[in-house]
């Protein structure tokens, strides 16, 4: 079958980071990533299937990954070569389609007893991300015995599995990892009526996630003891970057967020500004705009050296450069939160603010149970969030696995080319579906699901 593989080619990947140096994209041409003929992957044991996908997104760090600029702190946490794709969905044999929560904790690892946190369903948390029986890889996508959406087949663990309702278009379900990612995000950090900045916050944080209390309950108290000003005062929070994380961290704020009166989103095109306004923001500055959209909505003055006096209770960075970094400890209040959402890059960045103001810096990686709103699974959430806004108008593009460069240089430019979301599509082959056969298993399609998916019976194709 054809899979888009990344090879571990030190060479490659050199070459992919001095081309990209030069334009986002190139290292699809000229670095590790290659389109190959290879076997299906191996069911690895008990509870694992094959999967066909439709559609299997491209996101950041897919592209950090091609482009060679991807942390090396990741190596050991990755096996070669390995298939990327982990925003994915995707037909079982037996006529399911389901989206695949890509993090390999102890289930999928047959790791018996399972750690700590995959115990508490926090797998993103997992201890044991090289052991079990598969390879070294911390998510789908990253190990090389699971394969990735980017391929014709691939393997995941039933623990992994998340059916996409009936009627929600592929388009949309290709979406929902990286809108559970946006969502936790924003459901992870402190109420802004809470505060981080008291001496008993670990005590009341314990205390909230232990009772699964849900922010629209809460009762608002402290915003004076945080210097956030008193009754009537708009809470706002801040989201630096418009692409799809941004976006979903917007809607995710203005439906989950009842104590955040005020959505302030940075966002660098035109078409960004447009849906961060649609998606739920109350105001859009540019980048370069931010810093006084900021000061105006919170009465702050701004120094000399750019840094706000008061600011926000809570920005959420969903770029995860050294600049953006550095905007959101410009703009969040003392002791407010700084969430860093987007995967970052290896950078240099002056923590003085951080130190000096008090501030929250936390990082939110993937998904799982969502204390504030009961412990609903981010996916979950994701689902519903996916039906609300119609995310599929956010695929800007398709590609087959044959034009992988094209697709590249097209996702790595996405925002200047007008696009949001970028996917390979595999719908259109009409082999993909045999990868699926396997001893035991029979193509099926239930009646009215699945669109253009599981269509023959048996294993003539």
């Not at 990533?33 to 509870?47: F, S």
């Amino acid at each position: 079958m054809k899979a888009l593989q990344v090879e571990r080619s030190l060479p490659r990947f050199a070459a992919a980071r001095i081309a990209s140096g030069w334009r986002a994209g190139a290292g699809g041409r000229l670095g590790p990533l290659r389109l190959v003929d290879t076997d299906p992957p191996a069911l690895p044991g008990p509870g694992w299937e094959r999967l066909s996908p439709r559609l299997s997104g491209i996101c950041g760090s897919d592209l950090a990954t091609v482009d060679g600029r991807s942390s090396r702190w990741f190596e050991p946490l990755v096996s070669f070569p390995f298939t990327p794709g982990h925003e994915v969905v995707a037909d079982t044999a037996d006529g399911r389609r389901v989206v695949v929560e890509p993090v390999l904790g102890c289930e999928a690892r047959a790791i018996d007893p399972l750690c700590s946190a995959c115990s508490a369903g926090r797998r993103r948390h997992c201890t044991n991300l090289t052991g079990g029986h598969i390879a070294p890889g911390l998510q789908t996508g990253y190990c090389k015995d699971t394969g990735g959406g980017w391929s014709y087949c691939f393997v995941a663990h039933t623990s992994q599995l998340h059916l996409v309702p009936e009627g929600l278009p592929d388009e949309a379900a290709v979406l929902v990892e990286p809108a559970a990612c946006a969502i936790h995000a924003v459901l992870s950090t402190f109420p802004l009526d809470l505060g981080p900045s008291a001496e008993n916050t670990a005590m009341e944080r314990t205390a909230m996630e232990r009772r699964g209390m849900e922010r629209r309950g809460m009762e608002r108290r402290g915003m004076e003891r945080r210097g956030m000003g008193g009754a009537g005062k708009e809470s706002a929070a801040v989201v630096i970057g418009a692409g799809t994380l941004g976006l979903f961290a917007i809607a995710a704020l203005a439906r989950w967020r009842e104590d955040v009166t005020r959505i302030v989103a940075v966002a660098k095109y035109q078409h960004q500004r447009d849906l961060a306004g649609k998606f739920g923001a109350t105001s859009v500055a540019s980048p370069g705009e931010m810093r006084r959209a900021v000061r105006r909505a919170t009465g702050s003055w701004m120094l000399d050296n750019g840094q706000l006096s008061d600011g926000v209770p809570l920005v959420i960075d969903c770029v995860g450069t050294a600049d953006s970094l550095a905007s959101a400890l410009a703009v969040v209040a003392p002791g407010g939160q700084v969430v860093l959402a987007g995967m970052p890059a290896p950078a240099g960045l002056d923590l003085t603010p951080l130190w000096q103001r008090e501030v929250h810096l936390s990082g939110s990686y993937t998904y799982g149970p969502e204390p504030a709103v009961g412990g609903r699974h981010s996916f979950d959430l994701a689902f519903e969030l996916a039906e609300a806004s119609r995310m599929e108008r956010l695929v800007s593009a398709t590609y087959p696995l044959e034009r992988s460069a094209e697709a590249i240089e097209h996702a790595a430019s996405a925002g200047r080319r007008g696009a949001v979301k970028v996917v390979f599509d595999m719908r259109g082959d009409p082999r993909r579906l045999s990868y699926l056969l396997a001893e035991g298993h029979t193509l099926t399609e239930k009646p009215g699901e699945n669109p253009g998916g599981l269509s023959t019976h048996g294993k003539d194709r």
